[in-house]
């Protein structure tokens, strides 16, 4: 299954189907985009991927949470192409025996995907547009270590 | 005997599309054709420092040896979400 899409992202949809009865918390992240950054309103973003590499960074960051948390599942999907004001980016659901892994384990599938996912953005503003400034490498990333821009 | 490089972001801009081939004689490590790529594309020279770069669709370093028809992905720091 495709993790990365074009078209709009419904949570919902998107969360249909993650965990079972043994799984008495789950969490749920809906990242959108905010219409402003900083000073400057955002009329835009515009998503690319290198999507090979970016599907199998997702799905390598699923697989690490049901390693890492035992019994639990993940679930990620990201929009690629442009993305208005309050739409939504992107979904991660993680489903546990119990609430601390849940918590836990989809704060770090969202770091680890801002971190090391090939995903960029640009922001567009009424009077230009600028690439969103890119993240470092994750410590544990198998990405080499670079530095950040500026 | 050639090389094709992906390139993403501010890279995609640095070189005006969204690949580049670059016309290699055998085999050679990644760093010195990234070298020959920013001669001649200058604009990529401030950027290459930060990027991070795949060999066939898997992570790799400035080390890797690159064969002919090799496809290089050029990838700047990430900013998903």
Same mark, same amino acid.
């Given at each position: 299954?495709?993790?990365?899409?074009?078209?709009?992202?419904?949570?919902?949809?998107?969360?249909?189907?993650?965990?079972?009865?043994?799984?008495?918390? @789950?969490?749920?992240?809906?990242?959108?985009? &905010? *219409?402003?950054?900083? #000073?400057?309103?955002?009329?835009? !973003? =515009?998503?690319?991927?290198?999507?090979?590499?970016?599907?199998?960074?997702?799905?390598?960051?699923?697989?690490?949470?049901?390693?890492?948390?035992?019994?639990?599942?993940?679930?990620?999907?990201?929009?690629?192409?442009?993305?208005?004001?309050?739409?939504?980016?992107? @979904?991660?659901?993680?489903?546990?025996?119990? &609430? *601390?892994?849940?918590? #836990?384990?989809?704060?770090?599938? !969202? =770091?680890?995907?801002?971190?090391?996912?090939?995903?960029?953005?640009?922001?567009?503003?009424?009077?230009?547009?600028?690439?969103?400034?890119?993240?470092?490498?994750?410590?544990?990333?198998?990405?080499?270590?670079?530095?950040?821009?500026? | 005997?050639?090389?094709?490089?992906?390139?993403?972001?501010?890279?995609?801009?640095?070189?005006?599309?969204?690949?580049?081939?670059?016309?290699?004689?055998?085999?050679?490590?990644?760093?010195?054709?990234?070298?020959?790529?920013?001669?001649?594309?200058?604009?990529?020279?401030?950027?290459?420092?930060?990027?991070?770069?795949?060999?066939?669709?898997?992570?790799?370093?400035?080390?890797?040896?690159?064969?002919?028809?090799?496809?290089?992905?050029?990838?700047?720091?990430?900013?998903?979400?």
């Amino acid at each position: 299954m495709s993790r990365l899409t074009d078209q709009p992202l419904d949570p919902a949809a998107a969360l249909a189907g993650l965990g079972d009865a043994a799984h008495g918390a @789950v969490v749920n992240f809906v990242g959108r985009v &905010r *219409g402003r950054s900083g #000073e400057r309103t955002v009329l835009r !973003l =515009e998503y690319e991927a290198y999507a090979p590499l970016a599907e199998q960074v997702l799905a390598e960051i699923e697989a690490e949470v049901a390693a890492r948390w035992p019994g639990s599942q993940c679930v990620i999907r990201h929009r690629l192409g442009v993305c208005l004001p309050g739409e939504v980016t992107v @979904v991660i659901g993680v489903a546990s025996p119990h &609430r *601390g892994d849940a918590f #836990e384990a989809c704060r770090h599938a !969202l =770091e680890r995907l801002k971190h090391e996912a090939p995903i960029w953005k640009r922001e567009v503003y009424p009077d230009g547009s600028a690439w969103v400034r890119g993240q470092d490498a994750h410590p544990t990333s198998p990405r080499p270590a670079g530095t950040p821009l500026r | 005997m050639s090389v094709r490089f992906l390139c993403f972001a501010q890279a995609r801009d640095a070189v005006e599309g969204p690949q580049v081939e670059l016309e290699v004689s055998g085999a050679q490590p990644l760093g010195a054709l990234l070298d020959r790529l920013a001669g001649d594309y200058p604009g990529l020279q401030p950027l290459l420092p930060y990027c991070a770069f795949s060999l066939n669709g898997a992570w790799c370093q400035r080390d890797a040896v690159v064969a002919d028809g090799a496809e290089v992905a050029i990838l700047p720091p990430v900013s998903g979400g």
